[in-house]
T-cell receptor, first 112, second 115 residues
Framework: AQSVTQPDIHITVSEGASLELRCNYS??????LFWYVQSPGQGLQLLLK??????LVQGIKGFEAEFKRSQSSFNLRKPSVHWSDAAEYFC??????????FGAGTTVTVRA | DGGITQSPKYLFRKEGQNVTLSCEQN?????MYWYRQDPGQGLRLIYY???????QKGDIAEGYSVSREKKESFPLTVTSAQKNPTAFYLC??????????????FGPGTRLTVL
């Protein structure tokens, strides 16, 4: 079965600084990979997804992610963080079983 | 507007009572899901349904039950057998019977507190 690890529970970043969130997956074949964002007390919103092709994926809100098969990683990046990016971020992996497996999440705090 | 609605937003329950959480979608999606979210544990799958009148257990189905009588609706009942039901519950839906390459769309969630 597939699984996801998000090594960082909490990250604090200054407004305007760059952000990188780590995601490592475990799956034997090429997985379907997703990044979601959740504001406090809300549902999840898709930021971006990877299925195949170009390994650098662009998403909404200025986010991008890079799939690296050799490292089993799908890290999320943003060049310049805004205060509104403070939220919890979830990486998810899908295989061929009609389910997604989610990581434990990374909480991002943005300081002025 | 198309989307997923969950009600109520907050729910309080006494120990020993069953309670039903509502989830409705007007996206014409085949598949629907229920997740439980606890701090530091991400989302854990409770039940999912790929088509009407069919559903499967997820990773933590004990103490929960569901039905899927209509395409638009997938209610979740938290029974008195669920030992620790206090959590945030999220409903989601997706196309193509939930094929894993599809995005899941999420509702706003229901926070259940057992008193």
């Amino acid at each position: 079965a597939q699984s996801v690890t998000q090594p960082d529970i909490h990250i604090t970043v200054s407004e305007g600084a760059s952000l990188e969130l780590r995601c490592n997956y475990s799956y034997g074949a090429t997985p379907y990979l997703f990044w979601y964002v959740q504001s406090p007390g809300q549902g999840l919103q898709l930021l971006l997804k990877y299925f195949s092709g170009d390994t650098l994926v662009q998403g909404i809100k200025g986010f991008e992610a890079e799939f690296k098969r050799s490292q089993s990683s799908f890290n999320l990046r943003k060049p310049s963080v805004h205060w509104s990016d403070a939220a919890e971020y979830f990486c998810a992996v899908g295989a061929n079983d009609y389910k997604l497996s989610f990581g434990a999440g990374t909480t991002v705090t943005v300081r002025a | 507007d198309g989307g997923i609605t969950q009600s109520p937003k907050y729910l309080f329950r006494k120990e020993g009572q069953n309670v039903t959480l509502s989830c409705e979608q007007n996206l014409n999606h085949d598949a629907m899901y229920w997740y439980r979210q606890d701090p530091g544990q991400g989302l854990r799958l409770i039940y999912y349904s790929q088509i009407v009148n069919d559903f499967q257990k997820g990773d933590i189905a004990e103490g929960y039950s569901v039905s899927r009588e209509k395409k638009e609706s997938f209610p979740l009942t938290v029974t008195s057998a669920q030992k620790n039901p206090t959590a945030f519950y999220l409903c989601a839906s997706s196309m193509d019977r939930g094929a894993s390459y599809n995005e899941q769309f999420f509702g706003p969630g229901t926070r259940l507190t057992v008193l």
